[in-house]
């Protein structure tokens, strides 16, 4: 034994984790250290027996292990358990006679004594080494385990603390808190009533359990418990409605459940309220929030006058006597307020109760908040148990019927009744007051069984409750019971407020989870006849209960001796209750029942805790940095360990014997040898015995980590000394916001509300601290280095928030107030602010109380300074320590600098001129330099006047005798004005509507000013004006600076501007890039500026008052007008889509208009001159189903033009004033014609002829509407009688002659097109020019659409990229490059992005706007051909500007000699192959038809098709009729030759070269791939497609022919005919007029003479012969 002890003045061994042990606290007492192979990580103590953990897992059990079989003589001796050698373990516990260890998978090891199942084996008495145990999750299907992170072990039962934070137990005893009617529980099981709760530690006494748990947060009061008991199925919650009241009851009785309890008091098995009515559904009425959720309380009274309808409301609840509770059997108990339901009530489902609170909160929204209250207050109500009683008298005697009518009786009137306003501080977590009642309770209350009354919740913790925290609130109407009036009064207070000053949920954003929460709750369950349960009462509890007068008190450690416990806050106090036979809770009470604060002389702050049996160990700060370590309990004496062999019985005796002998301590001692230990970092006492562990401080390393937390824990109790002594008593003063102003008042509360989340944070980080101390105690987990980034901000906030309030003259309007509260000598404020002025007036101190915590930051980089110099330079550490240190230094040097930046302004302000103060003085407004002095006067000011410049962080202020205006400083622009002229000093500043020039007095004060200015400009910019002033400001900082940047600005001058704001780019003053301009009256614009002006692409929408809509426009713009291309959406519906200028409709530009539930009844398309229809135009009138195409002037059919209508009437001719009048010509569907005078719209009025359709006219003059009964004057002529022909000839009517030519339409178009290339007029220009603008046109709307990347596709981009290489286009043409430009036009025509692109799609648009819908009539068919050819020749005279060298109409380009190959261009029109003139001529036609062509053909070939209508059918009719021949019949029938008719032809099938027999009845066999290729005519848009196509038909007919003669052979046209003919038939075309008619129209004349043009006549010739062919 003498090796392995040795007293601990002896310095062997390692550096950490050195174990020392002793009994008592006598004078005579060393500690012994004792040697073990590493480090000691974790001790635990039994009642004679203890386990250590040692580095690298190893556990060591020493002391008296009767378990083991072999028990050595040697008790003392540590260990080893070999079983668990192979495992890690993390964690050890010991219980009285048992053990537990946790390895590092979690998995839970238990030995030593297992009567009572506390080792979890069944079928043991006693384990002799560890082994294994399981916690099963049974709710889950496969069951794994659950893994363990703690383990806590009392005398007869185990819990353990799994990694999802819920709580294990098993063994024997109520402290189980399990619902199980047999003892032991062997098998571990989990306590279900803190499902659903974040535990954070548990632990256990000899017969009572422990868990700290984590409050709930605001997401968390919404989530249901669990609400059905796990063993019998049943509610645990129910409710039930009573008239006028709810019964919430959690009386729940689970008959497996059941234990004789050992007091005789019946069941007891109550939860708390909280609990209750978190189950309930989650209404917003009934939300109880737990801590961390509570919204600050109201900041004023109501008014006490509300007396009558009060008192009126006083009904007696109780006047007619309950019965006494106990006779309600065990259900009827009372707890928290809450009325239980009586055995036989029936429970209510889920619907009822969710129905019931839905009524309730409906009730409730008049006063949300009616306040459970407290009443207490710093001076406590009564003294003693007399109020307890009388709460709980009270409370069980009014029983059931306790709950009076919510409407009738609003406890929140009452309380302002009765008290002074606001006197009812909601300040306890107690749910409510239970029902009071005057009258006859007070002999009831002495008949009362005294433990029945003990059963009220709500008693213990009214006396201990403190007011802080945050007031809970509980708006259950139901449960507002009465309230003495007496007891009301005894409660009433000061004139003050509630304000809540606990940071809500969870503190600052983001340390939630990284941080140890400080919003933590105890709750206990178990045996409590020493009161060791914390209730206010001696009884067990079954379950886990909340110990409701810890809320609030920031626990953050619990430990269990025997028959005490003890918590530990972060404001290191200890809280302790239970038996106090030996002192051992450090207070002289006898036992408590409550916790109570242990009794510690000022500045001693725990924050380590243990309880052995009967004795309590406390480590502490001292005042040195070396922790000290105080004993509370009994006095050990030597050879006292005999007195343990005695039986149990004499146990008891020994114990009393021994503290007559022994005595033991009246409140906590130091223990003297505690400062040899050295760095004491865990204190743990057991049994008799006491143990520290501590470090050697190697380096100073452990000195730096101790006072760093030291130093902490200090600050954080001073911060909450602050917070409690000073700030919260000032928000509650009544006289606060008459002296403060709103903002002020505003401010302030920021302030209050940002010191409390740095308290918070700083509580957070020692408790953090602390635990880091106790377990691993490096420098990795250290939060300040990890997360600096909180501390940063909080800090930077929490100075902002000072500054603003010291800057609006907060501090000196707080002065009143404070001297009212502090008095004239406020020492409290002397001691907590260490002000260091001579003679501090009121507001200096607190000045300096507020700007206290910033000095901490100093505290930090030197103690993290002082931590790097432990690690070698090199190291990861020491950079990490270092950077963190230059942080917090610079932090504090900023700060500084904004405390400094604070104080001027504040001492600005007392001089500044009353009037301007108000409305300049802003919060975040810092001064940096002003003129005062004179040191900057305006150029050219009057002689008398008088200019003051400031320049604060935001803006510069120009101020006046009376008037002063503000330039914000983001919208400023400085710049020196060169010296070489004058011998000025000027500085030239400029703002969005004012320039002007500043002199100096002297080139120092020049430069001084410029750099000031453009120093705050760049602050402002970079958003450092207001609050994060950079670190780095003044060094190495750009002097100047952008002059381009992003700003927002409100115009105020008079204009067109005034009051709107701009967001947007801004160069040098002016809006320049995109940004948003908004006018006051809602007028908007979203777009590019220039120069202060709109232009470029922009979006502008404008509000309608009358029609309650807003215009919207969407184009482009040019010196803030809109100007080019764009579409205007009115409100009344119609939409304009085309150019603009200068504001206005001008150019080429469609109008659709009509409501918007149609699809626009009417559309123009055409040419604007100033906002109105001037020029060639279509108007579509859909709903009168008539279309004009022709001249307009000032919004007017004015000059010639064609109206087509849906039922066939065509009239060409004149207009005037929108009508029809003067000389016309009006046919009608079946021919019949009108030529002459019209004076309206189909009004004839004059001369004219009217010719009928069989070909008689009458002449002479007419009157009257058409259609509706003509008047005529005239002769009737019939000249078919006569056989004079030539004449009747001529009365065939000419259409044409009367309407617009071809080459006057769509002017504007073209116009527009010609501008876009940079020529005034057309052709008048430079070609460079016109291809420099089509670049640029490209990539500025290439840019445009990469904004919207969705409406460019792959192809579209492609063809983009390709265009932007411009083309060869000056040089001698060749067939080549004449190739690259048809390639070149075919990509520009495909994307509108390229101006000829653009035309193309407007021709298009146009086109079909005019020839669609009504517009397909028949007789427009000459002029939609002509208007084709027009655009041909006008693109080709565009396109011939651009490339200049292309030969004109008809010109020729000489072909390569080098191959006859290349003639053969598919898809181009070839120079017939046997054309003398090598070469290929140039039109227009096979320029650009295939590219125009393709898009128009729809709308042409429907009017073609409309025109050939009667010859078609014919046609038709016949290709029908003989087709039903088979081929040789019709082959007969058309004369065909027979050599020439096939007598068997090849079929496609397997075996090659079989032939089929032409027989009488084939059909469709004979020349089929000659018919095939034919058919393809109707699927090509251009006659050059179609001519290629008759082309093959002609070759192959040859092939086939050839194949039959098996020769060479040259056609004779009358051979050729008939098979041609027979070709044609057998094709079956449909509309073969029209294709016809189409392709004589538009083929290109160069074609019409050669080879093509025979074929096509040979194919118009059948088209005849087919329409007369006679069948016989």
Same mark, same amino acid.
């Given at each position: 034994?003498?090796?392995?002890?040795?007293?601990?003045?002896?310095?062997?061994?390692?550096?950490?984790?050195?174990?020392?042990?002793?009994?008592?606290?006598?004078?005579?007492?060393?500690?012994?250290?004792?040697?073990?192979?590493?480090? +000691?990580?974790? $001790? @635990?103590? !039994?009642?004679? /027996?203890?386990?250590?953990?040692? %580095?690298? =897992?190893? #556990?060591?059990?020493? *002391?008296?292990?009767?378990?083991?079989?072999?028990?050595?003589?040697?008790?003392?001796?540590?260990?080893?358990?070999?079983?668990?050698?192979?495992?890690? +373990?993390?964690? $050890? @516990?010991? !219980?009285?006679? /048992?053990?537990?260890?946790?390895? %590092?998978? =979690?998995? #839970?090891?238990?030995? *030593?004594?297992?009567?009572?199942?506390?080792?979890?084996?069944?079928?043991?008495?006693?384990?002799?080494?560890?082994?294994?145990?399981?916690?099963?999750?049974?709710?889950?299907?496969?069951?794994?385990?659950?893994?363990?992170?703690?383990?806590?072990?009392?005398?007869?039962?185990?819990?353990?603390?799994?990694?999802?934070?819920?709580?294990?137990?098993?063994?024997?005893?109520?402290?189980?808190?399990?619902?199980?009617?047999?003892?032991?529980?062997?098998?571990?099981?989990?306590?279900?009533?803190?499902?659903?709760?974040?535990?954070?530690?548990?632990?256990?006494?000899?017969?009572?359990?422990?868990?700290?748990?984590?409050?709930?947060?605001?997401?968390?009061?919404?989530?249901?418990?669990?609400?059905?008991?796990?063993?019998?199925?049943?509610?645990?919650?129910?409710?039930?409605?009573?008239?006028?009241?709810?019964?919430?009851?959690?009386?729940?009785?689970?008959?497996?459940?059941?234990?004789?309890?050992?007091?005789?008091?019946?069941?007891?098995?109550?939860?708390?309220?909280?609990?209750?009515?978190?189950?309930?559904?989650?209404?917003?009425?009934?939300?109880?929030?737990?801590?961390?959720?509570?919204?600050?309380?109201?900041?004023?009274?109501?008014?006490?006058?509300?007396?009558?309808?009060?008192?009126?409301?006083?009904?007696?609840?109780?006047?007619?006597?309950?019965?006494?509770?106990?006779?309600?059997?065990?259900?009827?108990?009372?707890?928290?307020?809450?009325?239980?339901?009586?055995?036989?009530?029936?429970?209510?489902?889920?619907?009822?109760?969710?129905?019931?609170?839905?009524?309730?909160?409906?009730?409730?929204?008049?006063?949300?908040?009616?306040?459970?209250?407290?009443?207490?207050?710093?001076?406590?109500?009564?003294?003693?148990?007399?109020?307890?009683?009388?709460?709980?008298?009270?409370?069980?005697?009014?029983?059931?019927?306790?709950?009076?009518?919510?409407?009738?009786?609003?406890?929140?009137?009452?309380?302002?009744?009765?008290?002074?306003?606001?006197?009812?501080?909601?300040?306890?977590?107690?749910?409510?007051?239970?029902?009071?009642?005057?009258?006859?309770?007070?002999?009831?209350?002495?008949?009362?069984?005294?433990?029945?009354?003990?059963?009220?919740?709500?008693?213990?913790?009214?006396?201990?409750?403190?007011?802080?925290?945050?007031?809970?609130?509980?708006?259950?109407?139901?449960?507002?019971?009465?309230?003495?009036?007496?007891?009301?009064?005894?409660?009433?207070?000061?004139?003050?407020?509630?304000?809540?000053?606990?940071?809500?949920?969870?503190?600052?954003?983001?340390?939630?989870?990284?941080?140890?929460?400080?919003?933590?709750?105890?709750?206990?369950?178990?045996?409590?006849?020493?009161?060791?349960?914390?209730?206010?009462?001696?009884?067990?509890?079954?379950?886990?209960?909340?110990?409701?007068?810890?809320?609030?008190?920031?626990?953050?450690?619990?430990?269990?001796?025997?028959?005490?416990?003890?918590?530990?806050?972060?404001?290191?106090?200890?809280?302790?209750?239970?038996?106090?036979?030996?002192?051992?809770?450090?207070?002289?009470?006898?036992?408590?029942?409550?916790?109570?604060?242990?009794?510690l002389s000022e500045g001693i702050r725990v924050w380590d805790i243990s309880a052995g049996d009967r004795h309590t160990l406390l480590l502490a700060d001292g005042d040195c940095i070396l922790p000290i370590i105080y004993y509370s309990g009994l006095q050990v004496k030597e050879g006292a360990d005999e007195s343990h062999a005695k039986g149990a019985g004499q146990q008891e005796e020994g114990k009393e014997e021994e503290e007559r002998v022994g005595g033991y301590t009246q409140q906590p001692v130091l223990l003297p040898f505690c400062m040899d230990l050295g760095y004491v970092s865990n204190v743990v006492a057991g049994g008799q015995r006491c143990v520290a562990l501590s470090d050697r401080n190697v380096m100073g390393f452990i000195a730096s980590l101790h006072e760093l937390a030291s130093v902490e824990r200090k600050f954080y109790c001073k911060l909450c000394t602050i917070k409690t002594q000073i700030i919260r008593p000032l928000l509650e003063l009544e006289s606060l916001s008459s002296a403060l102003s709103q903002t002020a008042m505003g401010l302030l509360h920021t302030l209050a509300g940002r010191f409390s989340l740095l308290c918070h944070l700083t509580g957070q980080h020692s408790a953090s601290l602390t635990a880091n101390l106790r377990r691993v105690r490096d420098v990795k987990s250290l939060l300040i280095l990890d997360h600096a980034s909180i501390f940063l901000d909080s800090y930077h906030e929490y100075c902002s928030a000072v500054g603003n309030f010291q800057v609006m003259g907060g501090f000196q309007t707080l002065t009143k107030p404070s001297l009212d509260f502090f008095g004239k000598n406020p020492e409290l404020l002397k001691r907590l602010s260490e002000c260091s002025e001579e003679n501090p007036t009121m507001a200096d101190f607190l000045v300096a109380l507020f700007f206290l915590p910033t000095h901490h930051l100093h505290e930090y980089g030197r103690l993290l300074l002082k931590l790097a110099t432990c690690f070698e330079v090199c190291s990861n550490e020491y950079q990490m320590l270092q950077d963190s240190c230059s942080k917090f230094e610079a932090l504090a040097q900023l700060l500084k600098r904004k405390r400094k930046d604070a104080d001027y302004t504040c001492h600005f302000w007392k001089s500044f001129p009353g009037k301007m103060t108000d409305s300049l003085r802003k919060p975040h407004r810092r001064l940096i330099c002003e003129s005062s002095n004179k040191a900057l006067t305006l150029q050219n000011a009057g002689r008398f006047s008088v200019n003051w410049f400031i320049v604060f962080n935001d803006a510069l202020v120009h101020a006046q005798f009376s008037t002063h205006h503000v330039f914000p400083l983001a919208t400023l622009w400085v710049e020196p004005i060169p010296e070489e002229n004058t011998v000025l000093y000027g500085l030239k500043v400029i703002t969005p509507e004012e320039t002007f020039n500043l002199l100096a007095s002297s080139a120092m004060e020049k430069a001084k000013w410029l750099r000031s200015i453009n120093q705050a400009v760049e602050q402002a910019l970079s958003g450092a004006g207001q609050d994060t002033a950079s670190v780095d400001s003044g060094l190495g900082q750009k002097l100047e600076p952008p002059v381009s940047r992003t700003a927002s600005y409100t115009f105020y001058k008079d204009g067109r501007l005034k009051e709107a704001t701009y967001e947007g780019h801004w160069l040098a003053g002016k809006p320049n890039g995109r940004g948003v301009l908004k006018w006051p009256d809602g007028r908007i614009y979203k777009g590019t500026f220039k120069n202060g002006l709109e232009d470029g692409f922009g979006e502008f929408w404008a509000p309608n008052k009358t029609l309650n809509k807003t215009d919207h426009y969407q184009g482009h713009w040019k010196d803030g007008k809109m100007h080019g291309v764009g579409t205007y959406r009115y409100a009344s519906g119609e939409v304009y889509d085309g150019f603009f200028q200068d504001n206005m409709r001008h150019g080429h530009g469609v109008l659709r208009s009509g409501k918007l539930n149609t699809s626009s009844p009417s559309v123009f398309i055409g040419q604007w001159l100033q906002d109105k229809k001037t020029g060639y135009g279509v108007f579509d009138d859909i709903t009168k189903g008539e279309k004009y195409m022709g001249m307009w002037q000032d919004h007017l059919r004015q000059g010639t033009g064609v109206v087509v209508t849906q039922f066939g009437l065509y009239y060409e001719g004149a207009f005037k004033d929108n009508k029809m009048t003067g000389t016309g010509i009006l046919l009608s569907e079946d021919d019949t014609t009108y030529e002459g005078e019209f004076s309206d719209d189909w009004t004839l009025n004059g001369k004219g002829v009217l010719t009928m359709a069989n070909g008689d006219y009458l002449e002479g003059s007419f009157n009257g509407e058409w259609g509706s009964g003509l008047k005529v004057a005239g002769s009737y002529f019939k000249p078919h009688l006569f056989l004079d022909t030539d004449k009747d000839k001529n009365r065939t009517v000419k259409l044409g002659r009367l309407c617009v030519r071809a080459e006057d339409k769509w002017k504007a178009v073209f116009e527009e097109c010609w501008r876009q290339l940079g020529c005034e007029e057309p052709g008048r220009g430079e070609n460079g020019t016109a291809w420099e603008n089509i670049a640029v046109a490209l990539s500025t709307n290439r840019q445009h659409i990469q904004d919207s990347p969705e409406t460019l596709s792959l192809s579209h981009s492609r063809t983009l990229e390709s265009l932007e290489v411009i083309p060869q286009h000056v040089g001698v043409i060749t067939m080549e490059r004449y190739h690259t430009i048809r390639l070149y036009l075919i990509k520009a025509c495909d994307t509108p992005l390229h101006p000829l692109g653009r035309l193309l799609e407007t021709l298009v648009a146009v086109y079909r706007m005019t020839y669609v819908g009504v517009g397909a009539n028949r007789r427009l068919l000459p002029q939609a051909v002509s208007e084709i050819k027009s655009y041909l020749n006008r693109i080709f005279q565009i396109v011939r500007f651009l490339f200049p060298d292309l030969p004109e109409e008809g010109g020729l380009i000489p072909e390569p000699t080098t191959s006859v190959q290349d003639k053969k261009d598919p898809g181009s029109n070839d120079a017939p192959l046997e054309s003398p003139k090598p070469g290929r001529v140039v039109s227009s036609s096979a320029l650009l038809l295939p590219v125009l062509l393709p898009r128009l053909y729809p709308p042409l070939f429907t009017l073609y098709a409309l025109e050939k209508e009667r010859e078609d059918d014919v046609y038709w009719e016949c290709v029908l009729r003989l087709n039903k021949q088979p081929d040789l019949a019709l082959l007969a029938f058309l004369g065909v030759q027979q050599r020439f008719w096939p007598v068997s032809i090849p079929v496609l099938m397997p075996a090659l070269g079989e032939k089929q027999q032409v027989l009488s009845s084939t059909k469709d066999v004979c020349f089929a791939s000659a018919v095939e290729t034919l058919q393809q005519i109707s699927t090509t848009f251009t006659p050059s497609d179609k001519l290629q196509l008759i082309q093959l038909t002609f070759e192959e007919i040859t092939k086939e022919v050839q194949a039959l003669l098996k020769q060479d052979f040259l056609w004779s046209m009358d051979d050729l005919f008939p098979v041609f003919l027979y070709v044609v038939l057998r094709a079956r075309i449909r509309n073969l007029g029209s294709e016809v008619s189409l392709i004589e129209d538009l083929m290109d004349p160069c074609v019409q003479h050669g080879e093509h043009g025979i074929m096509f006549t040979t194919l118009k010739a059948c088209y005849y012969q087919i329409q007369h062919e006679k069948i016989t």
């Open positions: 034994m003498e090796t392995q002890r040795k007293s601990s003045g002896d310095d062997h061994g390692g550096e950490r984790g050195l174990l020392h042990t002793w009994k008592g606290y006598s004078c005579s007492v060393t500690p012994e250290r004792l040697f073990l192979p590493g480090p +000691v990580l974790q $001790v @635990a103590l !039994g009642t004679r /027996h203890g386990v250590l953990l040692v %580095e690298g =897992g190893q #556990v060591y059990s020493f *002391g008296e292990l009767p378990w083991k079989q072999s028990q050595a003589t040697e008790p003392a001796k540590p260990t080893l358990e070999g079983v668990l050698s192979g495992q890690r +373990v993390v964690a $050890v @516990a010991a !219980g009285s006679f /048992h053990s537990g260890a946790v390895t %590092e998978d =979690g998995g #839970v090891h238990m030995w *030593g004594d297992n009567s009572s199942g506390q080792c979890g084996l069944s079928g043991l008495s006693a384990v002799p080494n560890p082994t294994p145990v399981a916690l099963l999750d049974s709710d889950t299907a496969s069951p794994p385990t659950a893994p363990v992170m703690e383990l806590a072990c009392g005398e007869q039962h185990t819990l353990a603390l799994s990694a999802q934070r819920e709580v294990w137990a098993w063994g024997s005893g109520c402290q189980l808190g399990l619902s199980v009617a047999t003892f032991p529980v062997w098998k571990p099981q989990k306590v279900e009533h803190l499902a659903g709760r974040y535990v954070l530690q548990v632990a256990c006494g000899a017969s009572h359990s422990l868990a700290l748990v984590r409050c709930l947060s605001p997401q968390d009061v919404h989530r249901p418990l669990v609400d059905k008991c796990r063993q019998c199925n049943q509610l645990l919650f129910t409710m039930t409605d009573k008239e006028d009241h709810v019964i919430i009851s959690d009386g729940h009785y689970c008959p497996l459940a059941a234990e004789p309890a050992e007091d005789g008091h019946g069941l007891e098995a109550p939860a708390s309220l909280s609990q209750v009515l978190k189950t309930s559904p989650s209404e917003p009425a009934l939300s109880f929030h737990a801590a961390a959720s509570n919204p600050p309380a109201p900041a004023g009274g109501a008014d006490p006058t509300q007396d009558s309808e009060n008192e009126a409301s006083a009904g007696s609840a109780a006047s007619s006597g309950a019965p006494p509770a106990s006779d309600s059997g065990p259900l009827a108990q009372h707890s928290g307020g809450v009325l239980f339901g009586v055995k036989g009530s029936p429970y209510p489902d889920e619907q009822a109760v969710k129905d019931y609170l839905k009524r309730l909160s409906e009730n409730t929204q008049a006063d949300q908040t009616a306040k459970a209250t407290l009443l207490t207050s710093e001076g406590r109500l009564t003294t003693g148990s007399t109020l307890n009683s009388l709460v709980a008298s009270c409370a069980s005697a009014v029983g059931e019927r306790v709950a009076s009518t919510y409407e009738a009786l609003s406890l929140k009137k009452m309380m302002n009744f009765y008290l002074p306003s606001g006197a009812a501080r909601a300040d306890g977590p107690v749910a409510g007051l239970t029902g009071f009642t005057g009258d006859n309770t007070a002999d009831r209350v002495r008949q009362e069984d005294s433990t029945q009354a003990k059963k009220s919740s709500s008693t213990g913790d009214i006396r201990e409750e403190e007011a802080e925290g945050l007031r809970r609130r509980l708006s259950l109407p139901g449960l507002l019971s009465q309230v003495s009036p007496r007891l009301l009064r005894k409660a009433g207070r000061a004139r003050m407020r509630a304000v809540a000053l606990t940071p809500l949920g969870g503190a600052v954003p983001g340390t939630q989870e990284l941080f140890p929460t400080l919003q933590t709750e105890v709750w206990s369950w178990g045996q409590g006849e020493h009161g060791q349960l914390g209730h206010g009462d001696s009884l067990a509890r079954l379950q886990p209960l909340c110990i409701k007068s810890l809320n609030n008190k920031e626990v953050v450690r619990v430990a269990a001796g025997a028959h005490h416990s003890l918590a530990l806050t972060a404001q290191s106090q200890v809280f302790s209750w239970g038996s106090n036979s030996s002192g051992q809770l450090g207070h002289m009470e006898s036992p408590s029942t409550v916790p109570r604060l242990a009794k």
